[in-house]
């Protein structure tokens, strides 16, 4: 299977083709401009004639507009260029100081509020957000990364002043936990338009149906639908545009709801097909012929099948990961695309937390917990970011030891069709949560994966450059790894002359293995070779301590530290372990 994704227009400042215009008039918000800058490649310090004109030439090219500037400057040259906010680029204002980052227009559907964050964690300063539904941590209904039609004002400001708000909804969908006076309904089983409420009070209405939509409602647009595509090679791509529409229309769907386009793998590249997917602003997955051809449909054609090795390319292409067939094949010209209806996938978001202190936690992992129903996790992990989780957010926490029933539990809720986060300390997939999560995970649920500072990131911080060159990551805890193996590993990576980063070093109970651990080390590098732990990275109790193979006592360590041996060329340079990497210019 092959999958190609369309251009987004509102993408991370550091993470996509988000053309970010910086504008700034002093020395200080040129030099704050440069941080920027250098942290985002797709940023740019927009030079003109003045201030206001390079104000006006970055709101026509770029996507976001950061200023370093007074609020009331931007706000005069801005106020006659305003059209519409779905529209009109994001604005972050930086005081001179850089002591604040002001989200001033864009907001959350603009990506402002994004923005405003990021630009405050480059700059050590403070966000400023004045959204209301952001400023006390609800999801903003046009913020889920679906379509939404409606009276989204409306129904968001009853939402906010805690008025009753009922959300109907077909099936389970991943969404976020929403405050009490949000009623969600049973789900109702099936698809059917919904007419107006003769209650006349404020609806979430989550459907790929076209329903009458009043000045109380909000319609929320889930991923469900599949369109299969085939064509006739050159097809134009307004024809599929209007084929595909055509049918959408007729079976009272909304084409805001197409997870995809889909096709046959030598359709790949036809550029009528693909363009459409771009102009819906969903991928395109194609398939090979002989996957196809195993599809049940109502519609084979032996025709179809001597041209491209199927007999159904449109039916079989949106029913090729199940689903009910809403569109049965319909052609015109040169194409012919047929509708299918999938289940809700669930959404399993695997975040790493850091090593402990807030600001090492990352701005995606703070998105996703905010956006999660529920968050499963070590007691502890989730005590630590209840402040992040929005009204209604259930915590699954457990104990230590509980490891496969925590990624039993978030596997479930997530097949379920809950938005879940699983959340572990680090980086979830470095001795973590990611793993055995996945273990059990199938192609029912979306996974994303947010990865964390981990310990080893945060105790290299503390003891200097120790990882500056080849280096490897071992555990020593023997319950899932037989210490016959561990003792393998650690002899190899000595005789590698790796620097070596010891998890789980010692506990109670294996209170003697990390001092054989050191002697294996010591027996191929010199004595005064360093060796550190860092205990508690980031945290309140944070300890460093310093040694070398002849004189580190292993009693120092325990399960809250990470022991980080060097390797022969590792050296002590102002109380700092360092591993140089052989630079030609040092001489």
Known sequence: MTTTAPHRHRDTPGTGPHRVGLVAATAAGRRHARTLAAAWPHARLVEADGVADALRTAWTTCDAVVAFLATGAVVRVRAPLLGDKRTDPAVVVVDEAARHAVAL?????????????????????????????????????????????????????????????RLVADAVWPLPALPPNVHREPPTGEHRAVGPDPEGGYRVLVTDRVVPVDDRTVVLRPPSLVAGVGSSRGVPAAEVDALLHRALADAGLSPASLRCLASVDVKADEEGIRATADALGVPLRTWPAAELSAVDVPHPSEVVRAAVGTPSVAEAAALRDGGTLLVPKTASAMATVAVAR??????????????GAADLRTPRAVAELRRAAVVVGLDEYVDKVRDLLGPGTRGLASGLGAEEERARSAVAEATAGHAVALVGSGDAGVYAMASPALEYADERIDVVGVPGVTAALAAAALLGAPIGHDHVYLSLSDLHTPWAVIERRVAAAAEADLVALLYNPRSRARDWQLGAVLATFAAHRPPQTPVGVVRNASRPDEQVHLATLATFDPTVVDMYGLVVVGSSQTRLVGGRMVTPRGYRWRG
């Open 105 to 165: 227009l864009g907001g959350h559907a603009g990506g402002a509020n994004t923005l405003a964050a990021e630009v405050a964690a480059l700059l050590d300063a403070r966000p400023v957000v004045t959204t209301a539904t952001d400023a006390v941590d609800l999801p903003g209904l046009d913020t889920l990364g679906w379509p939404v039609e409606g009276a989204v004002a409306a129904v968001s400001r009853a939402i906010l002043d805690g008025e009753p708000v």
């Open 342 to 355: 999938h289940a809700p996938r669930g959404r399993l978001a695997i975040v790493g937390l850091g090593p």
